[in-house]
């Protein structure tokens, strides 16, 4: 099942895996005006810098994590979080093995 089911409580950080070298992403919503990802990275795993058309909120689940915004370096933990404003450089780079997920409003 790759989306999440209407009325049904799950487990935020059972609900994907740790990969052994490798990041593993789950779309948990996909609509016209946003998504909600839950991401797996394996410690050293990183998203290389980029830019989004739209404000994506970052929120740790498990682990630990670098993110790196318009050259700023921000270290989160748990239950931590950042907004990662539209058409801003930013980099996610696992300190640890850890899981995230982000939400993105497109509209």
Do not use: W
């Not at 991401?39 to 830019?51: M, R, V, Y």
């Amino acid at each position: 099942m790759n989306r999440m089911v209407h009325s049904e409580v799950q487990k935020l950080c059972e609900m994907v895996d740790y990969q052994n070298g490798t990041i593993v992403s789950k779309t948990l919503i996909d609509k016209e005006k946003g998504t909600v990802t839950l991401f797996a990275f394996d410690k050293d795993q990183s998203l290389s810098e980029h830019t989004a058309p739209f404000d994506a909120l970052l929120q740790v689940i498990d682990g630990e994590v670098e993110v790196v915004i318009s050259g700023k370096k921000h270290y989160l933990t748990s239950n931590d979080m950042i907004l990662m404003p539209a058409n801003i450089p930013h980099a996610v780079k696992a300190i640890d093995k850890f899981k995230m997920l982000l939400i993105m409003i497109k509209a």
